[in-house]
């Protein structure tokens, strides 16, 4: 079993950034693969970004590219999104979330993440 439970989340003025933490328990997070979605009212979850176990393979969204960076610290077993430079549409609860296997480094379907985090919200003013 893994526990997720994010952090970071905050009201921030358009062009602010934050960062988000995942903290991870449970038997093996180091290894799995982690990724962070978000969600925002009306819409579906939709995926932001990807970091391998290693931390040696990334992948973003198009939208989130650049402003945004994923990395971990599998000695804290912790994840981490950096958002820099926010804009309005980033307002959204994010979420955390771990691979339901070990998948080296390719990238993953939603449906191939099994524990999930409650969410931080994020929320960025005009």
């Known amino acids: 079993q893994v526990q997720l439970v994010e952090s970071g989340g905050g009201l921030v003025q358009a062009g602010g950034a934050l960062r988000l933490s995942c903290a991870a328990s449970g038997r093996t997070c180091s290894s799995r693969t982690m990724g962070w979605f978000r969600q925002a009212p009306g819409t579906e979850r939709e995926f932001v970004a990807q970091?391998?176990?290693?931390?040696?393979?990334?992948y973003y969204a198009d939208a989130v590219k650049g402003p945004f960076t994923v990395s971990r610290d599998n000695a804290w077993n912790t994840v981490y999104l950096r958002v820099n430079s926010l804009k309005p549409e980033d307002t959204a609860v994010y979420y955390c979330?771990?691979?339901?296997?070990?998948?080296?480094?390719?990238?993953?379907?939603?449906?191939?993440?099994?524990?999930w985090g409650q969410g931080t919200q994020v929320t960025v003013s005009s």
């Open positions: 970091i391998s176990g290693s931390g040696d393979k990334t």
């Open positions: 979330a771990a691979s339901s296997a070990f998948y080296g480094s390719r990238w993953l379907s939603p449906q191939e993440y099994a524990y």
